[in-house]
């Protein structure tokens, strides 16, 4: 008998043609999975789509379409044991790449047709699902300027052209960050809590490294100086992303902790998984193991591998040996 899915389709995400994704989606799981499709329009909640499958007693939940789409859908999944596709078509793609989810249609495809699957955390901030982070200050205000038109002609690139036209304008404000067992008060241009950050997210690489299981969230502070040090801090956060060494710059600040109380003096905008929240003040906190996900199999993983150009190679392919 087949698997039967409710697949949560956005027809507006990313740059792609939206009829022959979804075209492709149904080639390639129609022939294993019964799909019940459910197309997202303005008006409608992506979660009460998700949840009214769950009790129809659907197997599992796919989601295809940006961030936004893919943390909204999420929240009907969190503490079931209905396991959750992600079929990445957004800008950014980033909760598929910090799980090392493939953002190809297909490859996206053929990962949930793996079944291998894994328990990661979610996080809620005021009330409202959050898979990957929030962005307090510049970020939120970068997000924020890089509105659908940018994005739909720009893709990835519109991100980077409205954080460089937010360092103009960049402003530091004054932070008060409550954990379990401390109060931290400090000045800050940007405060990133997350719960799984790609690399290219490097506002949130303070502690680099981060841990979508550990039950624990990591925030990054950012407080430079004037514009030359934000480049520099955020170069040095690049560089941290890419070694895996937590940050050393004096105006960069990082900690783990369960839960957040974050406070800000003005107000700053907030971002979650990529779509404008409100503003601050604002409530974090992990649920540690509270989302079943599919992700590549060990086996199919590509390791990073080069023997092409080196002096008399001989390469030959040895019998697997059986037990």
């Keep these: 008998m087949k698997r039967s899915?409710?697949?949560?389709?956005?027809?507006?995400?990313?740059?792609?043609?939206?009829?022959?994704?979804?075209?492709?989606?149904?080639?390639?799981?129609?022939?294993?999975?019964?799909?019940?499709?459910q197309l997202t329009t303005e008006d409608s909640c992506t979660d009460d789509l998700a949840r009214q499958a769950i009790e129809r007693g659907v197997d599992l939940i796919i989601a295809s379409g940006g961030d936004g789409t893919l943390s909204e859908t999420a929240t009907a999944v969190v503490g079931t044991d209905v396991?959750?596709?992600i079929i990445s078509r957004g800008t950014a793609n980033a909760f598929a790449h910090a799980l090392g989810i493939p953002d190809t249609v297909d490859a996206a495809c053929k990962v949930i047709l793996q079944g291998v699957t894994?328990?990661?955390?979610?996080?809620?901030?005021?009330?409202?699902?959050m898979v990957l982070l929030a962005g307090i200050g510049f970020e939120a205000d970068a997000v924020e300027r890089a509105d659908r038109e940018a994005k739909n002609r720009?893709?990835?690139?519109?991100y980077i052209l409205a954080g460089v036209q937010e360092l103009r304008a960049m402003e530091n404000f004054d932070v008060e960050i409550e954990t379990e067992d401390k109060i931290i008060k400090a000045t800050a241009a940007a405060v990133t809590v997350a719960n799984a950050?790609?690399?290219?997210?490097?506002?949130?690489?303070?502690?680099?490294?981060?841990?979508?299981?550990?039950?624990?969230?990591?925030?990054?502070?950012?407080?430079?100086?004037?514009?030359?040090?934000?480049i520099a801090a955020a170069f040095h956060l690049f560089q941290t992303a890419s070694t895996g060494n937590a940050a050393e710059r004096n105006d960069i600040g990082y900690l783990r902790a369960k839960q957040f109380k974050i406070k800000t003096d003005p107000p700053q905008k907030v971002v979650v998984d990529g779509e404008i929240l409100g503003t601050t003040p604002v409530e974090i906190h992990c649920v540690p193991a509270g989302l079943k996900i599919f992700v590549p199999s060990v086996e199919e993983e590509k390791l990073p591998e080069k023997l092409e150009g080196l002096p008399n190679l001989i390469v030959e392919e040895k019998e697997k040996e059986n037990g």
Aim: aromatic letters at 4%; proline letters at 8%; glycine letters at 10%.
């Design 197 to 230: 950050a790609p690399s290219t997210s490097i506002l949130a690489q303070g502690p680099a490294g981060i841990i979508v299981d550990d039950g624990l969230l990591d925030l990054t502070i950012v407080a430079p100086a004037n514009r030359a040090s934000a």
């Design 154 to 158: 720009f893709g990835i690139l519109a």
């Design 5 to 37: 899915a409710c697949l949560i389709f956005n027809p507006v995400a990313g740059q792609g043609d939206s009829d022959q994704d979804l075209a492709m989606i149904r080639a390639i799981l129609e022939p294993e999975i019964d799909l019940d499709i």
């Design 118 to 129: 894994r328990t990661v955390d979610v996080a809620y901030c005021n009330g409202h699902p």
């Design 83 to 85: 396991p959750f596709g």
